[in-house]
Every structure is written in structure tokens, then in C-alpha cells.
């Protein structure tokens, strides 16, 4: 009759023991992840840092888009020159709360098409504007015309995630900055557009400064090394909370 009380118990730290474990495994897991997320994080922070420490070099054209490796060149300093053509410019909405110039807040970058004497073009985010001053005729002075020479940094078309608003090309508002689909938008031939964008400079001798360049985030945080001790530690506190669990259950079975 004493057998089915006995067992309770038994089954009961049974049930315990494969939670503590599963929960371990998981957090030493997680601490892992960190780690390999630390190694990538150091790894990205010293090829921008060198990348954009190199001087500018031809943006890639045409013949050279079917072998780019964008990964391989974000972030690399480039000129190109053309024409802007500002009747095609895109507002892709931002929020700057550490603004490398004056204006900050709420606001819009510029996305213009360049077109290069060779025919092809390149949208240039040519920086960014406060909500107020999204209408172009509020800065008329900083369309610039005719031909002009752009320096910036290459970037891949930005990537959206679950979060990220549609766009609306009728509304000609954009959550990314995806030089494939405003090029769509605006009708311009897919195959002489750069697959990439530039984010250029910042152009002092703009009126304002606007639209105000040089506002690539190149400074990433950094917060891995700090989760995986979490993690770690979480670990550590379930298997001495369980040790303590166990032995406390055994002196008061001896007892």
C-alpha cells in the first residue's frame, strides 16, 4: 500500500530533472549563440572601420553589377558623377535620435536617380530632411543642377523585417531604401540601374545643409559579450537551484 506514495515522489524529481536539464541545455544554448554573435559583431565593426577608412574609388557600373558582391562591398567609399534628377526624388521616412549634423528627429531621407554620362544610373540618398522640410520647394536652393560629383559610402538595398510598413509609391512614401523599387516606381530601365544605393556625404556647401549627408550609421552596439554571461549565469543558478532542491528533498526523506 506504501508503494504508489513512494513513487510520487520519485516521478516528481524525474519530471524536475529532465525540466532542469532541457532548461540548461537551452540557456547554455542561448549563451552559445551570443558568443558566435560577439565573434560576428567584432568581425563587422573592423571591415567597416577599414572599409571606410579607404579613399573613394569609380562607383561599380554596368559591367561590372552581375559578379558585385554587395556584401562584400558595403560600406565602401565611391564618386560618381551625372545629373540628379530631382522630379524623382523619394522621401524614405526616419527617425534620427543621434544625428551626425544639426537636424534631427523625424523626417525623411532623399532618394534621388543620378544619371551618369554613361547612361546608367544610381540612386544617392542624399541625406536627410525634417518632416517640415520634406517638400522640396522648402530647400529649392539645395537642388542642385547640372552636372554634379557625388562621394558617399556603397550600401545593399536595405532589408525589411515584420515590422516594416509597406511602402507607397502612389504616396511616394518609403520604409526602405530599395534602389530597385523606386527605380520600378519611377519607370526607369531595371538593367541600367545599380543595384545598390550610395549614402552620400554630407555637402557643406548645401543651403542648410540640407539634405544633410553623412548620416550612415557606421557604430554598432555591441551588448553580446554582456548577454551570453547572462545566459551563462542563468544557467549556472538553475543547476545550483535544482542541487539545493535535491538535496534538501533527500534530508527530508532520511528524516
Keep these: 500500500m506504501t508503494a504508489a506514495p513512494a513513487a510520487a515522489p520519485r516521478r516528481r524529481l524525474l519530471l524536475l530533472t529532465i525540466g532542469a536539464v532541457v532548461g ?19 568581425d563587422l565593426i573592423e571591415r567597416v572601420e577599414t572599409r571606410t577608412a579607404l579613399p573613394p574609388v569609380a562607383a561599380p557600373g554596368p559591367d561590372t553589377w552581375p559578379a558585385l558582391d554587395l556584401d562584400a562591398a558595403d560600406y565602401l567609399p565611391v564618386t560618381a558623377s551625372g545629373v540628379f534628377d530631382h522630379a524623382g526624388e523619394a522621401h524614405s521616412f526616419a527617425s534620427l535620435s543621434e544625428p551626425h549634423g544639426r537636424h534631427g528627429g523625424q523626417g525623411y531621407f532623399i532618394l534621388t536617380p543620378l544619371q551618369t554620362a ?8 542624399r541625406g536627410f530632411v525634417p518632416a517640415d522640410r520634406k517638400n ?8 542642385v543642377e547640372g552636372e554634379v560629383a557625388v562621394t558617399g559610402l556603397l550600401r545593399p538595398p536595405q532589408g525589411r523585417n515584420a515590422f516594416t510598413p509597406a511602402d507607397d509609391p502612389e504616396g511616394n512614401l518609403w520604409f526602405t531604401r530599395d534602389p530597385a523599387a ?3 516606381a519611377l ?6 540601374v545599380a543595384p545598390y544605393y550610395i549614402d552620400a556625404a554630407f555637402d557643406p556647401t548645401l543651403p542648410d545643409g540640407l539634405p544633410q549627408g553623412g548620416e550612415t550609421t557606421v557604430t554598432f552596439p555591441n551588448n553580446h559579450l554582456q548577454y551570453a554571461v547572462t545566459w551563462y549565469g542563468l544557467a549556472v543558478a538553475l543547476v545550483a537551484v535544482f542541487l539545493v532542491y535535491v538535496r534538501a528533498q533527500r534530508r527530508r526523506q532520511a528524516g
Excluded at 118 to 125: E, K, L, M, T, Y
Excluded at 187 to 192: E, F, K, T
Aim: net charge positive.
Design 24 to 42: 540548461t541545455a537551452i540557456l547554455i544554448g542561448l549563451g552559445t549563440w551570443q558568443l558566435e554573435r560577439l565573434a560576428w559583431k567584432q
Design 118 to 125: 554613361d547612361g546608367w544610373w544610381v540612386i544617392v540618398n
Design 136 to 143: 522640396p520647394a522648402t530647400r529649392a536652393a539645395g537642388q
Design 182 to 184: 523606386v527605380a520600378a
Design 187 to 192: 519607370g526607369l530601365p531595371a538593367d541600367r
